[in-house]
């Protein structure tokens, strides 16, 4: 089930929103202060692609860095990637086969706005939700 949903996404919705993910990654490299918050967005790219099967839990090392990076990150390119998150839930819930998927795209919204100090984990790994 996990294969069909994540092909389906990936054919309506999952590849535009990894390539906003990559995009805003690339113009965050191009400063070496940015590079930190091109890491996350090609991880969140990369998450984007396939969530289905996988879940984002917080990091509890994360720190205060983590929190004004998250900051910086919600001015930058958070709010358009949410943005992207939000029309394209509402599109995808148009259909009633879309629905399943639209409800993964609003889970995206507070990531999409917040990334750092977050770690992609596979959902069925009972250790990956445990505190390291």
């Known amino acids: 089930m996990r294969l069909l949903l994540n092909v389906i996404w990936l054919v309506f919705g999952g590849l535009w929103m990894a390539l906003g993910y990559a995009f805003a990654g690339i113009l965050l490299a191009i400063t070496i202060i940015g590079i930190p918050f091109a890491i996350a967005s090609f991880r969140m790219a990369n998450f984007a692609l396939w969530p289905f099967g996988r879940r ?5 090392t994360a ?16 709010w358009w990637l949410a943005l992207g998150h939000i029309v394209t839930g509402f599109l ?22 917040m990334p750092l100090g977050k770690r992609i ?10 505190r390291r």
């Open 63 to 78: 720190g205060v860095m983590s929190g004004i990076g998250n900051i910086l990150w919600l001015v930058l390119a958070g």
């Open 92 to 113: 995808q819930c148009v259909t009633i086969i879309g629905i399943p998927l639209g409800i993964a795209n609003f889970k995206l919204i507070p990531v999409s706005l």
């Open 56 to 60: 984002l839990v917080g990091e509890p």
């Open 121 to 130: 984990v596979d959902a069925d790994d009972p250790y990956a939700f445990m």
